[in-house]
């Protein structure tokens, strides 16, 4: 393309969240000064229209975000003072039940926006969405927004970013008021005050400080370029030397230090009120990333999965990651990310996640949330989405000229599971279609068969995800599901090491099926990665090599089910050292039944204990309320770890997930309907013994009666 802008000139950034920081907001006034639309729209907005980036039904009638939504736009300074440049821009959603999409942004992201609310500063979620931002080393800016609320105040912000975040902030802006009474902002490098006139803030006014701020911009600007120094050296000898530093030289300083994640710039701002934003968007370009300045690897499979580093090249053979599904009116939509090369469409590429299968790109397009504008070729640093392409989530493409995966982006567990079945008939032909849909879009939305009992299990984040899929099943499949009772997703786990010992024998007519195995299981350390791990210790061929991995997958199909619950046991180290075989009669299968059924029975030695997952709870709520938020949080078996008093009280606790069916509900009479939570998953912990005794029995019962029923 001959228009095409030089990879220095573009930018690729997430705006991620703790729930309703305005996020969708921000992006709203991003688009409008941006030129990509003309008109703003609210979020939960009387005019029913909302907010761009909010496309869904579902989005608008909530007023949260359920989808993260990709769109660009050009940008050349709040003053025209840069060159045009292209930013990528993908809008979060903050509720965690949702997260896999924060995860696979910030995934294919070159840098972000953290969002603050300028009241509440540093919230669950956004402690959540910064380990997210640590996982990919995606460096960011903090936004501290609405700054005209009650409450709001800049310093303190910043100072949790310091306390809660570990980050090294450095505030570059001064806010002239706050609360109703926020005018605008100082620039700390400048000195000069910049105020948003016009209906929406779109004509920018830059003066002098006013008289009494001028004090304090000064002062800003000094503090600046002692906490760069801190962490540039460039900069640090200028400043050891006393020597003056140009705007420029300290920019500089700020970007690179900002690359190299060593500190955060902090700028403020209310999106609602269209103050701040032009410039926080000035602060994207010359402060984060853009895609030749972030190092990306990919694992060589020709090399026994050897690290290589991906270059930002169009010129080298094309790599690109599919990072996110979606269906349209017309059709399905697969987003990419092209980290090297380009690809044109009708090309043919190769996924090389999936058995290098090779497909031909028919379409593409830049996407702008729920519109699209069709393009011919997308280069090294552009996320576009490909028409007619099947994939699944995080999944690596090539040319095929390199045999080259990236990572995948990380997929946390699910925490709950719901059984579910089509309500009539007509439901019950788009039934699988739409689960089989969402399971490919979504890796943390799972769905499996229950054996004993035949049903269709679905898993997810919380109890909203699995709500929000069962209503999407309606709306665009038109089909009507009857869910049982929500359900925790429990975990087995071993407390001690026990023997195995086993041998499968069987002789029907013919050749007999024969396998013998020794080894023991064993708890893995507490801090393990895999929930799984098989070890082969085996010497001098006593199980002959080709039978080895079907040993590996007896275990691996034993710690599907516990004996306790029929839940998966994890945490565990299967060691296989001795056993037997038989000229004849051994065979896979025989090995694979051998240590199916020699795990089982060293299960039972190996003092087997239920987990639970525990979720990390955040109450806000009048402090009136303080009493009986506690009270509700300790009858639920919850220990609370931290309670900050002010106006409202925010009390942070660790709750069963088992116990916070209802919560809602609960909380909103205990509080006049002034309290509200977020709730994500902390950990997983051991259930205490009572309980457990209860549960295995209720599994027992059940497995009884499933069994009955058969006969
Ligand atoms: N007073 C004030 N309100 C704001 C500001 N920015 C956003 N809001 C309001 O905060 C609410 C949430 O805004 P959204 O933009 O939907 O927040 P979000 O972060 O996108 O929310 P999720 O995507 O659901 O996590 C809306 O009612 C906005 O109007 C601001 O600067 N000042
Ligand atoms: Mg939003």
């Not at 802008?5 to 729930?19: C, D, F, K, T, V």
């Not at 949260?64 to 660009?72: E, F, G, K, P």
């Not at 310093?155 to 310091?162: G, I, P, Q």
């Not at 955040?618 to 009493?627: D, K």
Request: glycine content about 8%; hydrophobic content about 35%.
């Amino acid at each position: 393309m001959a228009s095409r802008i030089p990879l220095e000139r573009i930018r690729n950034i997430g705006i991620s969240a703790h729930i309703d920081s305005g996020k969708t907001t921000l992006t709203e006034r991003i688009l409008f000064y941006t030129g990509r639309i003309h008109r703003i729209h609210e979020v939960r907005g009387k005019d029913g229209v909302g907010a761009k980036m909010d496309s869904m039904e579902l989005e608008r009638e909530k007023g949260i975000t359920i989808q993260s939504a990709a769109t660009y736009c050009v940008w050349k300074g709040s003053l025209e003072q840069f060159p045009d440049h292209n930013v990528n821009i993908i809008d979060t959603p903050g509720h965690v039940d949702f997260t896999i999409e924060v995860e696979r942004a910030l995934r294919v992201l070159d840098g972000a926006i953290l969002v603050l609310d300028s009241g509440k500063g540093v919230q669950s979620q956004s402690i959540t969405v910064d380990r997210q931002m640590k996982r990919y080393r995606v460096p960011r800016i903090a936004f501290v927004n609405k700054m005209d609320n009650p409450g709001a105040n800049y310093e303190h912000v910043a100072d949790m970013l310091k306390e809660k975040l570990g980050h090294h902030p450095v505030k570059l802006q001064v806010p002239m008021g706050a609360e109703d009474k926020f005018l605008g902002v100082i620039d700390a490098i400048t000195g000069r005050a910049y105020f948003f006139d016009g209906d929406d803030g779109e004509k920018i006014r830059v003066e002098d400080p006013p008289a009494e701020y001028a004090a304090k911009a000064k002062e800003a600007r000094q503090e600046v370029i002692t906490q760069v120094a801190e962490v540039d050296d460039e900069l640090a000898e200028k400043y050891l030397a006393e020597e003056p530093v140009s705007d420029e030289e300290l920019r500089a300083a700020i970007r690179r230090a900002t690359l190299a994640l060593k500190m955060t710039p902090v700028m403020c701002g209310s999106a609602f009120r269209n103050k701040g934003v032009q410039l926080l968007l000035d602060g994207v370009i010359m402060y984060l990333p853009n895609p030749t300045e972030v190092v990306n690897e990919g694992h060589d499979q020709d090399k026994g999965e050897e690290k290589v580093v991906i270059e930002s090249d169009a010129t080298k053979p094309f790599i690109g990651l599919a990072f996110k599904l979606q269906q349209d009116k017309y059709g399905q939509l697969t987003y990419f990310r092209v980290y090297q090369g380009s690809v044109t469409s009708g090309d043919t590429i190769y996924n090389i996640s999936n058995e290098n299968r090779k497909v031909r790109v028919p379409r593409m397009f830049r996407m702008h949330s729920d519109d699209r504008e069709e393009i011919q070729t997308a280069e090294a640093g552009d996320i576009v989405a490909f028409y007619g392409v099947e994939a699944s989530s995080g999944e690596t493409f090539t040319d095929g000229k390199v045999n080259v995966t990236l990572t995948s982006m990380h997929v946390p567990a699910a925490v709950i599971s719901l059984a579910v079945a089509p309500k009539d008939r007509a439901s019950e032909a788009n039934f699988s279609k739409a689960l089989n849909r969402f399971t490919k879009e979504d890796p943390t939305f799972r769905v499996h068969q229950d054996e004993e009992s035949q049903q269709t299990i679905i898993s997810g984040m919380g109890e909203l995800h699995l709500d929000i899929y069962m209503e999407r099943m309606r709306r665009e499949y038109s089909c009507d599901v009857v869910a049982g009772k929500p359900q925790v997703a429990y975990r087995e786990t071993i407390s001690q090491r026990a023997e195995i010992n086993y041998t499968h024998k069987k002789q029907t007519g013919g050749s007999g099926q024969y396998g013998k195995i020794g080894g023991y299981i064993e708890p893995l350390p507490p801090d393990a990665v895999e929930t799984y791990e098989f070890v082969d210790e085996i010497v001098g061929g006593v199980i002959p090599k080709e039978f080895i991995p079907a040993c590996d997958k007896g275990f691996r199909e034993a710690v599907k089910k516990g004996s306790l619950i029929g839940f998966p046991i994890v945490g565990v180290r299967a060691v296989l050292n001795d056993g037997a075989f038989h000229a004849v009669d051994s065979s896979e299968q025989a090995f694979r039944t051998a240590s199916l059924m020699g795990f089982r029975e060293a299960y039972a030695e190996a003092k087997p204990t239920i987990l639970e997952p525990i979720m990390k709870v955040e109450v806000e709520a009048p402090s009136e309320f303080q009493g009986s938020v506690v009270g509700q949080i300790n009858q639920r078996r919850g220990v609370i770890l931290e309670t900050v008093t002010g106006e409202n009280v925010t009390i942070t606790a660790e709750v069963p997930l088992n116990t916070m069916f209802g919560y809602s509900t609960d909380l909103r009479s205990a509080t006049q309907g002034k309290g509200n939570f977020t709730m994500e998953f902390a950990k997983y912990s051991t259930v205490p013994r009572q309980e457990q005794e209860e549960m295995v029995k209720k599994y027992r019962e059940k497995l009884a009666k499933e069994a009955a029923a058969r006969k």
